[in-house]
Structure formats: C-alpha cells, structure tokens
C-alpha cells in the first residue's frame, strides 16, 4: 500500500512518499539479493556483481577507470579485484599502450558466472513481479534508469555539500 499521509492523516509530499519507498526497497534489495544468491550456482556479492557487470560492459580496463564508473575509490576497488582474480572470474593484462599499466578484464569463466547471475536475478524479479506486463516494466526500467542516472550525475555535489567540501 502507497502511504501518502501520516499518522495525523496530513498529505505527504510526493519528494516525502518517494523517499519512504526508496528506505522500503533498500531494505528489500538487501533481501533479494539473498534470494538470488540462492537461485545462483555461484556465489557472487553484490559489489562483485557490480564489477563483473562493468567489466562486461567496458571490456579491458584500467582499476582507477573503473572505479570512477562505479563511483567508488580506488582502494575500495582495489579490495574488490584480488577475491574475483582469485576465483578465476577476472584477469589482469599488460596496457598495450603504457606496458607500466595493467588492463582488467573478465574470463571466461566471469563471463559465465555473471551470465548465470543475471539470468537468477531475472528469474527472481520474474517470480516478484508476476502480474507486470512488459509495457510496464518497461516503463518502470525507463523511470528507474532515469532515477539512476540523476543519483549518478548528482551524488558528486550532493557529497560535496553534505561534506563542507562544496567550492561551488
């Protein structure tokens, strides 16, 4: 049920209803992610997943490349990289163009794994949404790359500001 009053029975602001769901789906994520852990042959961690994805997506790159796609630090990334090297899922390579850098990229075996990934999250957000159809979930899948986009595009300035750190 959408809440859009409060205990008094005053409205809720649209911005107040929109950050009530987000709390509501972070608590659910967390557990879907267990839900698809499950479903999975493997066992992959949602930051794994997120670099596996990348990877895919951009093909060889550098660590302080990929980072920034993730909006994480270096270091954080740095941590992430040797537990997917280790499990065979990622490899690194020589930088043709500069022989002092390294490229990361996915193996075989991490192409599989993330295809077996996405395809256990598909089939769990399949059995939690059984009612949508496609016109629907393809309007959700537009708002929520909307959404995404704007969080990725803001989350420097809103870091910044909510640091003290704003010269703006």
């Given at each position: ?99 002092r ?18 395809q ?9 949404m ?35 750190t704003?010269?703006?």
């Amino acid at each position: 049920m959408l809440v859009t009053s409060n205990h008094l029975g005053g409205p809720l602001s649209a911005i107040e209803t929109v950050s009530r769901e987000l709390v509501q789906l972070v608590r659910g994520l967390r557990e879907l992610h267990g839900a698809v852990a499950s479903a999975s042959r493997h066992q992959v961690d949602p930051s794994g997943a997120a670099v596996l994805s990348r990877l895919d997506e951009l093909g060889p790159v550098r660590l302080s490349t990929l980072a920034t796609v993730l909006c994480l630090d270096v270091s954080t990334v740095s941590r992430q990289v040797p537990v997917l090297e280790r499990q065979g899922w990622v490899a690194r390579a020589r930088d043709p163009e500069d022989q002092r850098a390294q490229l990361l990229d996915l193996t075989p075996a991490g192409r599989a794994v993330l295809t077996d990934v996405r395809q256990s999250r598909g089939e769990v957000l399949r059995r939690l949404m059984p009612d949508w159809t496609e016109a629907e979930l393809d309007a959700f899948a537009a708002q929520l790359h909307r959404f995404n986009d704007d969080v990725t595009t803001n989350r420097q300035a809103i870091v910044l500001a909510a640091t003290g750190t704003d010269n703006g």
